[in-house]
């Protein structure tokens, strides 16, 4: 079970209470009293993991550990451990109590989500020469606490959408390793599938019905994973009674749920071409030209269409190619 959403309370260790002592050796005379140490913070921290924030299902609390107190003979508390919680690349941190929100994007980058308090300082620090055995102390600084909620947007080069049976899991395991479930009934996909194709990512979002946005079916749940999405794979199975109706729909669902996924460059399959004779996958290719005249029909019975899948595949690992190779300049 993917979980791409969830909330969590985070709390960073208060830090350490200064300590008020005096010098326990012969012939020296003053304060030792040493200073606390720092509460821990919390960090988030970027994996490429898509399960990673599975962790959270149960533990809704992270709480960091307070710095120690400060010790006698000048000894300052120990500082408290932080801890860094992975979270898949693509996460969006949400602070629920600031309403602030950032995201992760690139494995390894951390960002802070609560401070640790500052140690306070012993009454060694509050020596002067008019104050030679100061008993004052600081009690150590609150650390932050923050509610946060975490939501995983899939960033992928390639996302096959379309209804349910549409033939996208087929299609993905046809052309990497990715071992989706595959069957013929509604909802196989009950989460996004991830497949590599060298150097591009594609998912398979789990399959739209009319209302998705309404929350009907799978609801508005994996729209988001379809909003990082740079290139669609828009498919239509052959099985379809109305051809034009589900594209229609599909497209519709998507603007609803944001305008400008209708802006992403879209290819248009017709998959499953080998379940219909040849005179009736004419006719339905007609019906999508009329739509998009590049339309393409697919089978993963048929090498030949599979081999063109795979040409526009490299056509676009090209174009990241050249993009990133041009960025890095």
Do not use: W
């Not at 400060?70 to 600031?98: A, M, W, Y």
């Not at 590599?196 to 929350?215: K, Q, S």
């Not at 305008?259 to 006719?283: G, I, M, R």
């Amino acid at each position: 079970m993917l979980i791409d959403d969830v909330t969590i309370d985070v709390s960073a260790g208060h830090g350490g209470r200064g300590a008020v002592a005096f010098d326990k050796n012969l012939q020296a005379l003053g304060p030792a009293g040493g200073s606390g140490g720092k509460g821990g913070s919390v960090y988030f921290e970027g994996v490429f993991d898509l399960g990673a924030l599975q962790q959270f299902r149960f533990k809704k609390k992270i709480a960091a550990k307070n710095g120690d107190n400060g010790k006698e003979q000048f000894c300052d508390g120990r500082d408290s451990d932080d801890i860094v919680l992975k979270v898949p690349v693509g996460t969006v941190i949400h602070n629920i109590t600031t309403g602030i929100t950032k995201e992760i994007t690139a494995i390894g980058e951390r960002l802070l989500a609560a401070q640790g308090g500052k140690g306070g300082r012993g009454n060694f620090h509050f020596k002067s020469s008019r104050n030679t055995s100061p008993t004052q102390f600081q009690t150590g600084l609150p650390g932050e606490a923050f509610a946060f909620r975490l939501e995983l947007k899939l960033i992928a080069d390639v996302g096959f959408i379309g209804f349910p049976n549409a033939g996208k899991s087929s299609l993905l395991n046809e052309l990497t390793n990715a071992q989706s479930k595959v069957a013929n009934y509604p909802f196989t996909t009950l989460e996004p599938n991830l497949g590599a194709y060298y150097e591009l990512i594609i998912a398979d979002v789990p399959g739209l019905i009319e209302g998705a946005t309404e929350n009907k079916g799978l609801g508005i749940k994996f729209l988001r994973h379809v909003e990082r999405t740079k290139t669609l794979f828009h498919l239509i199975s052959t099985e379809s009674e109305d051809l034009a109706r589900d594209y229609a729909i599909i497209r519709k669902e998507l603007g609803a749920h944001r305008a400008t996924l209708l802006d992403k460059k879209e290819y248009l399959f017709l998959s499953k071409s080998d379940c219909v004779s040849p005179a009736d996958l004419k006719k339905k290719l007609t019906i999508l030209k009329k739509i998009n005249p590049s339309v393409t029909p697919i089978s993963i019975h048929d090498i030949d269409s599979i081999e063109v899948v795979k040409k526009i595949l490299n056509e676009i690992a090209e174009e990241k190619h050249v993009k990133n190779k041009t960025t890095a300049k």
